[in-house]
């Protein structure tokens, strides 16, 4: 059925890093027609060309492509504001004792429903997830994402090292796992495949070329992995990596570096690295609230925009502390200004859309609002609470309007959510809680 939804038709026709705010265009109405956009323009206009369309109108609300999470960890979903630790206790104290319990296959299926429930009503339509070592988390999180048709990637997460033996595969059993997953899913409906080693020190260097191996063999997926998000971190991987040049040089030695790598964090970046993600076009995900929470450091996002790497936003839970992209993109704000850097309204919503779609290379199917891209929808109110409403209130311009929902918005400003133009807006209710 053809419908034609009318509202602040928030669209992008460039990169506002690269052409400024104006890169951003507001329009009256977009017409969807089976799951995709299939025209956008002024409404008097689109009701003419579409007269038999059914008209819904969410009259000052804005309309927007719907966020896009480059970086999470669906598993951590219920460790999420947990106390007291930076990187390596927080994965040894939180993160593997959780994940273990991911070979039970209802636990898995129970908390990828829940966080597909968490993200959707935070206004996320498309989430890039880590998994566990345990396929059976990869099956029950793209599961979960088919049953609401949502395009995402994941993959199972890599490690022989490092970790409680529960949670270590082998280079060979990390290759046959990953591949026969892959095989299952990539392309399967909206689903994509991401090859996924955790991080260098959790991987030998033969688990690390066997998934470069993997790779090889499928260029055209995602390879996703941390990158110096923490000193600590740098100086363990420089002593189980004695001979590499940089954290860098610990992928790009095994064939993990290419335009197709999901770099996340890359918090402290030597300039040979940050020369080499430009030269190969690989993409950057910043994880801000999870950069503050854990005490990784601030990410140099105006000095690497400017230097043309791809770069999305990203929760990056539950090591980041909120599910929602607005709260994401005020963490990329305050980090920005601690850099002595103020970014545009227009910026950061671009990261949290457009710019993370550009990132997992899929920008000619989401994160904008143009014919022939899938109809992945947020409808946000910008008068949500009274605190904000008192803001927007005094507002010039739309980037006035909006920027109090940037900084201060939650999920009760989600209208709507639309998933290939189905509304699509759960309720969290009692009964998807943690069963203990
Ligand atoms: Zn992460």
Not at 286 to 305: E, Q, R, V, W, Y
Not at 328 to 349: D, F, I, K, N
Request: with cysteine; hydrophobic share 40%.
């Amino acid at each position: 059925m053809t419908e034609l939804i009318r509202g602040r038709v928030l669209r992008y026709h460039a990169d506002p890093f690269s052409v400024g705010p104006d890169a951003a265009q507001l329009t009256e109405a977009l017409v969807i027609d089976k799951g995709s956009i299939v025209a956008v323009g002024a409404a008097d206009a689109l009701q003419r060309a579409y007269p038999g369309a059914r008209i819904t109108d969410y009259g000052t609300c804005l309309i927007s492509a719907g966020f896009v999470d480059a970086h999470a960890h669906y598993p951590q979903s219920a460790i999420i504001a947990s106390w007291g630790k930076q990187l390596i206790d927080w994965l040894n104290t939180y993160t593997f004792p959780e994940e273990m319990r991911f070979s039970n296959i209802s636990y898995a299926n129970e908390v990828a429903k829940r966080t597909f429930d968490l993200t959707l009503s935070n206004g996320t339509t498309s989430v890039c997830s880590y998994c566990t070592i345990q396929p059976e988390s990869v099956d029950a999180f793209f599961s979960a994402a088919a049953a609401r048709n949502q395009r995402v990637w994941a993959g199972k997460t890599c490690m022989d090292r490092n970790a409680p033996s529960a949670l270590l595969d082998t280079a060979q059993s990390a290759y046959d796992d990953s591949a026969r997953l892959l095989g299952s899913w990539h392309g399967r409906g909206r689903a994509s495949y991401v090859i996924t080693p955790r991080f260098s020190p959790t991987s030998t260097p033969d688990q690390l070329s066997a998934l470069g191996a993997l790779w090889a063999e499928h260029p055209k997926c995602l390879m996703q992995t941390h990158l110096s998000e923490q000193v600590d971190e740098i100086s363990w991987m420089r002593a189980l990596f004695p001979s590499a040049r940089d954290y860098l040089d610990t992928y790009e030695a095994h064939g993990l570096l290419g335009a197709g790598g999901i770099y996340g964090h890359a918090v402290h970046l030597e300039p040979r690295e940050r020369a080499r993600l430009a030269e190969v076009d690989a993409s950057l995900i910043h994880c801000p609230t999870s950069n503050t929470f854990i005490g990784s450091g601030l990410f140099d996002m105006a000095g690497l925009k400017a230097e043309g790497l791809r770069v999305g936003l990203a929760t990056d839970t539950g090591g980041g502390s909120s599910f929602s992209m607005l709260r994401t993109m005020a963490g990329a704000y305050e980090v920005a200004q601690l850099r002595g850097h103020a970014l545009h309204p227009s910026q950061l919503w671009w990261l949290a859309t457009a710019g993370s779609a550009k990132a997992l290379h899929a920008d000619h199917q989401i994160g904008n609002i143009a014919p022939g891209l899938e109809a992945d929808l947020v409808i946000i109110d910008l008068q949500s609470t009274p605190a904000i409403a008192q803001a927007t209130a005094r507002a010039d311009d739309i980037w006035q309007a909006v920027f109090p929902t940037i900084m201060m918005g939650d999920d009760r400003a989600i209208r709507d959510v639309r998933v290939a133009g189905v509304s699509h807006k759960p309720q969290v209710s009692p009964k998807s809680q943690p069963s203990g």
